[in-house]
């Protein structure tokens, strides 16, 4: 099974991700970093020189790809949800989780970050509201679980979804099942 973490950019899609796999011994996989790897360029260069679209089809490709591998923890980008094709392969072929965070706690995280085409803009945090309200029914209708990430710290998402994992039933990966989950503490989750 593919376990998949969206949101918006800087919810900690790659950072939890990658200690959620560390956890339950499996790979880490980032599906920008796939998309790089394979038009050999950064997806802003991509995105300035072809365009959104063709951008969208690589990435619509690339997702179609991951989600029929072997078990791993997938990080989308944050405009993945964006394709209605996404939304129904995400969810049909794994778990979903949507790390939800509200554009004042994306701008607080994300404030000094100068390598985020997104937000170099005269209006960060307008453009993350912008992002948010548009962005905010999708991750909802394509993930199986939201975890509010607020303040808790990476280890505490982690046993966050760890904990819905195991209350799922999904004991096919090596982290549930054994009370891995059972420090989860705080934080608001909605199964869906």
Same mark, same amino acid.
């Given at each position: 099974?593919? =376990?998949? =973490?969206?949101?918006?950019?800087?919810?900690?899609?790659?950072?939890?991700?990658?200690?959620?796999?560390?956890?339950?011994?499996?790979?880490?996989? /980032?599906? &920008?970093?796939?998309?790089?790897?394979?038009?050999?360029?950064?997806?802003?260069?991509?995105?300035?020189?072809?365009?959104?679209?063709?951008?969208?089809?690589?990435?619509?490709?690339?997702? &179609?790809?991951?989600?029929?591998?072997?078990?791993?923890?997938?990080?989308?980008?944050?405009?993945?949800?964006?394709?209605?094709?996404?939304?129904?392969?995400?969810?049909?072929?794994? !778990?979903?989780?949507?790390?939800?965070?509200?554009?004042?706690?994306?701008?607080?995280?994300?404030?000094?970050?100068?390598?985020? %085409?997104?937000?170099?803009?005269?209006?960060?945090?307008?453009?993350? !509201?912008?992002?948010?309200?548009?962005? /905010? %029914?999708?991750?909802?209708?394509?993930?199986?679980?939201?975890?509010?990430?607020?303040? %808790?710290?990476?280890?505490?998402?982690?046993?966050?979804?760890?904990?819905?994992?195991?209350?799922?039933?999904?004991?096919?990966?090596?982290?549930?099942? /054994?009370?891995?989950?059972?420090?989860?503490?705080?934080?608001?989750?909605?199964?869906?």
């Amino acid at each position: 099974m593919v =376990l998949t =973490l969206i949101g918006l950019p800087g919810a900690g899609k790659t950072t939890v991700g990658r200690q959620l796999a560390r956890r339950l011994q499996i790979p880490f996989v /980032d599906s &920008d970093q796939v998309i790089e790897e394979r038009i050999g360029c950064s997806i802003r260069a991509f995105f300035e020189r072809e365009g959104e679209a063709a951008f969208r089809d690589i990435e619509e490709a690339v997702i &179609d790809e991951l989600t029929q591998g072997a078990p791993c923890v997938l990080s989308t980008g944050g405009g993945a949800v964006l394709r209605p094709a996404n939304r129904r392969r995400l969810r049909q072929r794994g !778990r979903v989780f949507y790390l939800r965070s509200t554009p004042e706690e994306l701008f607080r995280r994300l404030r000094h970050d100068r390598t985020r %085409p997104l937000l170099q803009v005269a209006d960060p945090l307008a453009r993350l !509201r912008e992002l948010y309200a548009a962005r /905010d %029914p999708l991750y909802r209708e394509t993930a199986h679980y939201v975890i509010e990430t607020g303040r %808790p710290s990476v280890a505490t998402l982690v046993n966050m979804i760890l904990m819905q994992l195991e209350l799922s039933g999904a004991e096919a990966f090596p982290g549930t099942g /054994d009370g891995a989950a059972s420090t989860a503490e705080g934080g608001a989750l909605r199964g869906g």
